[in-house]
Every structure is written in structure tokens, then in C-alpha cells.
């Protein structure tokens, strides 16, 4: 497998999440896990990750979180999204994961596959 470094954004409370993360063990892989809602996120890192992983701000608001209609945001911009997404990590769908092959929001969980070869 051509996996050398492998990354998590996880909640581990999230099924989706963990799922995500036994996937990449089974295939071999032990990814640097990052507990994002304690980590938080910069803006740089947000745009840098949406980027890599083919996704807009839009794309990757977790719209299920009651935060998410609490802030009115069905209707901001990508500039107002990725404000609310720094000072309330919450508001960022889950997991992302970051390999060598590059990056995905790992949902369904299956999209992993991509990174793995």
C-alpha cells in the first residue's frame, strides 16, 4: 500500500467518525488523529483542507447541527461560513481524513477508498 502518513479530523462521539477511523487502521493504517472540536481550527487550515478534499465551505457545514440554524447560515457566504466554522468547530462536517493521496470528508465512509488505492 502506498499510505505513508495518514490524518483524522475526528469527534469521537461521532459514528460516522469512528467508523472512519477503524477503516484506516484495518487497511494498516495508524493515522495522527486530531480532536478538532478541542484543537479548533484557522481559517487558513479550513480553506487549505476544502481545498485539498474538493469542497466548499457550503459542502462541508455539518447543516444537521442545531448551532447551524441557531446562526441563520443556510443563507451565508463561504466568507460567513468559514467565521462560524473557526469560532464554533462544531459546524464542520465530519471526519476529514488527509493522506499522501490527498484529502476527502470521509462520508460516506467509503470515500476513504480513494485515498487508499
Known sequence: MGVVD?????????????????KLREAGVEPTV????????????????????????????????KLYKELNLA???????????VEHPVLVERPFVVTDAGARL??????IDELLG
Open 75 to 85: 443563507e451565508a457566504s463561504d466568507e460567513q461560513l468559514l467565521d462560524a466554522m
Open 6 to 22: 495518514a490524518t483524522i479530523y475526528h469527534n469521537p462521539r461521532c459514528v460516522t467518525s469512528r467508523n472512519a477511523l477503524a
Open 34 to 65: 486530531i480532536k478538532y472540536l478541542d484543537a479548533g481550527w484557522t481559517r487558513e487550515q479550513l480553506t487549505e483542507l476544502f481545498d485539498a478534499a474538493g469542497v466548499t465551505p457550503g459542502q462541508a457545514a455539518r447543516k444537521r447541527e
Open 106 to 111: 470521509a462520508r460516506p465512509v467509503d470515500k
